[in-house]
């Protein structure tokens, strides 16, 4: 939806998205007050405590560090969820945080990761690798996005806080031969306007548009803004640059056996919109995503761990969501693919009970960057996220999908509702040995 969403496309792939549209991936971002919070499947997961760590050490900077930043996680949160005990959770913050009250797989999906020897624990704490039902930022089984929990409730009391809807910044001013920043130029309604700081200007405008806003105004890497004709004020190469996305290797299709999953032509009825209404439950309340279990890699644990520590890269997420009977061509637009495709695929399981098991790189190697792709603010920036260059990632994730079809095939909580893996090869990697390495690296290359 164009009020909604940016519609951002990357550019073509050269190692990843070769079963996509023109070898492109939909880039989806918000447009409206909240963001991407609009869009998203409304999960609340923190990073590792590693992560947090790592960002210190890197920055050289404490602050940034997990302890120093539990503090304002907890200032945030007003948490209705399971994992009550241990301080890693606030109550009377804005952002709230509940479970699903629609998540029927999560049971067989917990049950199977103990069996294979993982155990249930709150993600949103210290753990080494666990599984868990998500926490999402959802309010009576509502979506609870930026909007609603930071700015709604303040929007018309603030005095010192002025919002312009419809607006586009169009580039931050400086003055002076130190550049200092002292206001932004805009458009309103195909007008220009100038606002003008008191004291600081803040750019927060997320990982596409940080990087555009930047450009725009002449801070950015020097030989591409003097190619589209704007006085660069600062070479700076790392703007834009550096760009990570955590790739999905989307496992399945897996049919049941039984009507675990909310099938649209078969369980759409008024009693569920009733409820929904009523008291936010039911499967309408549900986001598709029900849980996850993060884990580590054998490339993690190989290289990168240090010794006795455990510090997962590797996510698995459980997507309830099945192959309704226009299914086929809805997946299609979901994830770009080209219709043919997704009809050849799809169509054997459309309108069974089914699910699938996402194997994502939570760190990847690979890197891409932002770039503009005119001076007009207008335009939509270059984005080229270089999926997959890096051989690790197919690994990483391949060890997943791997791991996903094991959890599935060859546990009891699974096998006691009949599941199993789709036998319908991907269209585009049907000539190599079905379940192969060289299969799987086919699958996750082409349907990126």
Not at 223 to 246: E, F, K, R, T, W
Not at 383 to 395: A, F, G, M, R, T
Not at 417 to 431: E, N, Q, R, V, Y
Request: positive net charge; charged residues 20%.
């Amino acid at each position: 939806s164009p009020q909604l969403d940016w519609r951002y496309l990357t550019t073509s792939q050269k190692h990843s998205c070769l079963s996509l549209k023109d070898q492109k991936s939909l880039w989806p971002r918000g447009k409206a007050l909240g963001g991407t919070s609009n869009l998203n499947f409304m999960v609340y997961i923190r990073g590792h405590p590693f992560d947090y760590d790592n960002w210190a050490y890197l920055t050289g900077d404490d602050r940034w560090n997990y302890k120093n930043l539990l503090p304002y996680f907890l200032r945030s949160e007003n948490y209705n969820g399971p994992y009550e005990d241990g301080g890693y959770h606030g109550h009377g913050g804005p952002l709230n945080i509940e479970v699903d009250s629609y998540n029927p797989l999560t049971k067989y999906f917990l049950e199977a990761a103990q069996e294979m020897g993982y155990p249930r624990r709150d993600l949103n704490a210290p753990y080494n690798e666990a599984f868990s039902e998500f926490d999402y930022t959802k309010k009576n089984g509502r979506r609870w996005g930026s909007y609603q929990a930071f700015i709604q409730s303040i929007r018309k009391t603030r005095k010192n806080l002025t919002i312009r809807k419809y607006a586009l910044v169009s580039r931050v001013l400086f003055k002076g031969s130190n550049n200092v920043a002292h206001g932004v130029e805009y458009e309103h309604h195909y007008r220009r306007y100038i606002a003008r700081a008191k004291n600081e200007v803040i750019i927060s405008a997320g990982t596409v548009a940080s990087p555009k806003i930047l450009m725009q105004s002449g801070i950015g890497p020097q030989y591409h803004l003097s190619a589209l004709g704007i006085n660069p004020l600062v070479n700076s190469p790392a703007v834009g640059a550096n760009l990570q996305d955590h790739v999905i290797g989307f496992t399945g299709p897996f049919t049941i056996e039984a009507p675990l999953t909310f099938l649209i032509d078969r369980d759409t009825s008024p009693k569920h919109f009733i409820k929904f209404m009523q008291s936010g439950q039911g499967p309408l309340s549900a986001s598709g995503v029900q849980s996850c279990g993060l884990v580590a890699s054998n490339f993690s644990k190989q290289y990168l761990n240090p010794p006795d520590t455990i510090w997962p890269d590797l996510q698995l997420i459980l997507f309830g969501i099945p192959v309704h009977k226009q299914g086929p061509a809805l997946f299609g637009t979901l994830f770009h693919l080209k219709p043919d495709v997704a009809e050849r695929f799809y169509r054997p399981v459309a309108g069974k009970d089914s699910f699938h098991i996402m194997s994502i790189a939570a760190r990847p190697k690979s890197r891409g960057k932002v770039l503009l792709g005119s001076k007009n603010p207008r335009d939509p920036p270059v984005i080229d996220p270089n999926y997959l260059s890096e051989k690790d990632d197919v690994e990483i994730i391949k060890e997943g999908m791997k791991k996903a079809v094991h959890m599935v095939e060859n546990t009891k909580a699974f096998q006691s509702i009949g599941a199993k893996l789709s036998d319908t090869p991907f269209p585009s990697c049907a000539h190599l040995e079905f379940r192969s390495d060289p299969y799987w690296e086919c699958y996750i290359r082409e349907y990126t």
